[in-house]
């Protein structure tokens, strides 16, 4: 028999899934990484983002959307502590365009923002986004990234003439 991964998945207030799975694939704060047995220990922050439970062939079996928190990898056991799941199954697009209407703060919006544009094939690192973009400035998401497009663009116009200069000058 192929070794295993002992996967619990945590919310606050409830264990919501024990089962053993062959390998993982957490969505980590700077990658999605495959929990494989045998694995080194480790501890994750994790990102708004989908898990993977992979079949012994490496294809998906199940996929959940995440609400940021932990993991804990450790002797062929992956804790994951977790704020909130919805099984990719149960996704109701008009329910969860309702939930975004309706979100009691930013990060519940933002979280079931995320599951309208994963199902849309849009795909982006949330929790950075949400700290980035927190509400501190009272502008959307749109404004604060057309500014940075903008400030990448100074800087690259800047860096140019700056190599031009260079040349020009030897």
Do not use: H, W
């Amino acid at each position: 028999m192929e070794k295993e991964i002992a996967l619990t998945i945590a919310l606050p207030n409830k264990i919501y899934l024990e089962k053993k799975v062959p390998s993982v694939i957490i969505p980590a704060v700077r990658a999605e990484v495959n929990i494989l047995p045998d694995r080194a220990p480790s501890v994750f922050a994790l990102d708004f983002g989908v898990l993977q439970i992979l079949d012994n062939d490496g294809s998906v079996k199940e996929k959940y959307f995440i609400q940021s928190g932990m993991a804990e990898i450790a002797g062929n056991n992956c804790k994951l502590m977790i704020q909130d799941i919805v099984p990719f199954v149960d996704v109701n697009l008009y329910e969860t365009k309702k939930r975004v209407e309706t979100a009691e703060n930013d990060q519940e919006k933002l979280f079931y923002q995320m599951i309208l544009d994963y199902q849309s094939g849009i795909r982006r690192r949330y929790l950075r986004t949400l700290n980035i973009f927190s509400d501190k400035s009272g502008r959307t998401y749109d404004e604060v990234m057309s500014d940075i497009k903008r400030e990448i663009s100074e800087l690259r116009k800047r860096n140019e003439e700056e190599l031009k200069a260079e040349k020009g000058g030897n």
